[in-house]
């Protein structure tokens, strides 16, 4: 399926609820601040749990980052090409992705209507499907071996009894209720088998599989069933929204994607100025409001680089995502400027909170950031007179089970974390553990500087707190452990060499933040507050 509405979560340029307050509560010179931006900001900082000391400190913190957007605005930052194409593909990917504000306009209040729960609804939920089922990873094999075959409860049970001998089959049993979102587009259908009834082969993601209905029950939903069937009809109904958009637009657009002129625009995009006469070629065309669209490589690049999911490292199967996810964002765009989206007081307010906060990243970075320099003596310096601060431990020690297989380990954590909470770990029964083919170390010493473990693996038990189970299985000693962490013990010096850029951040950022401070009160004095309505003083 295509992903028409890519979910790109950026706080400060989300669709908000409630009546918008355009009023102005902050004016620093002629910058002027809404109190709807005010309690956006004052939102996001209140999302992380925490103190109203720490509340207090990052309001006021924000607060003082307008009169740094002031002074890039008197420097002309807003003038800066690259911060106003990245401000209008963010703009429009935000207008179009999942839950922005076309979303909201377009497809909630049809999502809002469907999960509301009725009568009907409700009896369709109260029957659980109990299936036996048969998936077929390979249609073309099933055919081969079962050709012509009626799909009957006879011929069901005799390709069951035969799923061990194939590797192209499996079968097993599972429950469900409608609207049975673990197969798209088949919620009727399945609702109305009878039972005994043995189901036609069904597309199911990359396989196919063949259902045969056990028996019904019947069951009296309660709070926390509701909250689970309101769940899967809002993924049930925004999926067949989506599948019914993409085919909207595929009927009227009629992408045409050039594939012959694909590897020159690779070859374009690792080296423009090199390739720099290709900037013309097509990549795709396609209709748009009666006119035939044609994209080149340098309206492509540009989107590219200037979009918020920007990846240096693009290959073949990007590329292919990318292209559509162009063609499909273009629409969408479209369909918003006819609706006046744009021009809403939310989105308006949204994309000037969102372009100030571009602006003051660039403004920080070219005032202070870019002109700190750290040399290599001043690291030097800060290593050898805090040593202390260079040591880890030599060894993280705790217990260990080692499993044949990462399957078998994985599926025995939840036992693993039992056997923790019950202060069993030291003498695990085996009764209990699905797969018995483990093996169990106590007091297991991992070195840290040994060469076998990955430096993910080696940072994240050294980091874990003590009392704890690392979440994912260790490869090792042919096997797969499942690790709780009991102590470290011994040390090891840290090298200079290996703490260097460590240093270097650590003194960068000691400077940054006192350069910023000292320009910030600079800033005050050469800035007036003309309004301030926000309840904090600056």
């Known amino acids: 399926m295509k992903n028409i509405y890519l979910i790109i979560i950026i706080l400060l340029f989300g669709c ?37 000391a720490f509340y207090e400190k990052e ?75 048969i998936l077929i990873k390979d249609l073309d094999t099933f055919y081969e071996k079962f050709d012509s075959i009626t799909i009957d409860y006879s011929n069901f049970k005799i390709i069951k009894n035969k799923c061990n001998k194939y590797d192209f089959l499996e079968t097993g049993y599972f429950s469900y209720q409608w ?80 594939t012959e002129n694909i590897d020159s625009f690779l070859d374009f995009y690792l080296n423009p100025k090199k390739n720099n006469k290709n900037n013309g070629k097509i990549i795709m065309e396609y209709y748009l409001n009666d006119n035939y669209r044609k994209i080149s490589f340098f309206d492509f690049m540009e989107y590219i680089t200037f979009s918020p999911f920007f990846d240096e490292n693009i290959n073949r199967a990007k590329l292919d995502k990318l292209i559509d996810q162009y063609f499909w964002d273009d629409y969408l765009d479209n369909e918003a400027q006819q609706l006046g989206l744009y021009k809403s007081d939310e989105f308006i307010l949204d994309q000037r909170n969102f372009k100030n906060k571009v602006i003051l990243q660039e403004y920080l970075k070219n005032e202070i950031w870019n002109r700190i320099d750290i040399n290599s003596d001043a690291i030097q310096t800060y290593y050898s007179n805090n040593l202390s601060q260079f040591i880890k431990p030599k060894y993280v020690v705790g217990d260990i089970l080692i499993f044949e297989s990462k399957s078998d380990a994985l599926k025995n954590t939840q ?24 093996v169990f170390k106590q007091d297991f010493y991992f070195e840290l500087e040994d060469s076998n473990l990955t430096q993910r693996i080696k940072t994240g038990i050294e980091k874990m707190p003590n009392n704890t189970l690392y979440p994912k299985p260790i490869s090792l000693h042919g096997g797969f452990g499942l690790f709780y962490k009991k102590r470290d013990e011994g040390e090891i010096q840290i090298s200079l060499n290996q703490s260097y850029k460590q240093i270097h951040e650590k003194l960068k950022n000691e400077i940054f933040l006192r350069e910023k401070d000292s320009l910030n009160v600079l800033l005050k004095n050469k800035y007036k507050i003309a309004v301030n309505k926000t309840g904090y003083e600056l």
């Not at 009546?19 to 939102?43: A, Q, T």
């Not at 067949?240 to 994607?257: F, R």
Request: aromatic share 12%; hydrophobic share 35%; charged share 30%.
């Open 415 to 438: 036992l693993a974390m039992q056997f923790i909470e019950n202060k069993q770990l030291s003498n695990p029964n085996k009764n209990n553990i699905i797969d018995d083919s483990f």
């Open 59 to 133: 309001m006021h913190a924000y607060l003082n980052n307008y009169y740094f957007i002031c002074d890039a605005f008197e420097k002309k930052y807003d003038t800066i090409t690259s911060i106003n194409k990245r401000l209008y593909y963010s703009s429009r990917l935000m207008m179009v992705q999942k839950y922005g504000y076309l979303w909201k306009k377009t497809i909630s209040p049809i999502v809002d209507d469907f999960i509301k729960l009725d009568a009907k609804k409700i009896e369709k939920r109260e029957h659980v499907y109990y299936f036996d089922y």
């Open 16 to 52: 908000s609820k409630g009546k918008i307050d355009k009023s102005i509560v902050l004016k620093i010179d002629n910058l002027e601040i809404s109190n709807y931006e005010i309690n956006k900001n004052k939102g996001i900082i209140y999302q992380k749990k925490n103190s109203k």
């Open 179 to 258: 609207p049975f979102i673990f197969i798209d587009g088949k919620s009727e259908y399945l609702y109305n088998l009878k039972v005994g009834e043995v189901s036609k082969i069904i597309k199911n993601a990359n396989n196919n599989i063949i259902l045969y209905l056990d028996h019904i029950e019947t069951i009296t939903l309660n709070e926390n069933e509701n909250k689970k069937f309101i769940s899967e009809l809002q993924i049930y109904i925004e999926t067949k929204l989506d599948k019914e958009k993409e085919k909207e637009i595929q009927g009227i657009g009629k992408l045409n994607v050039m």
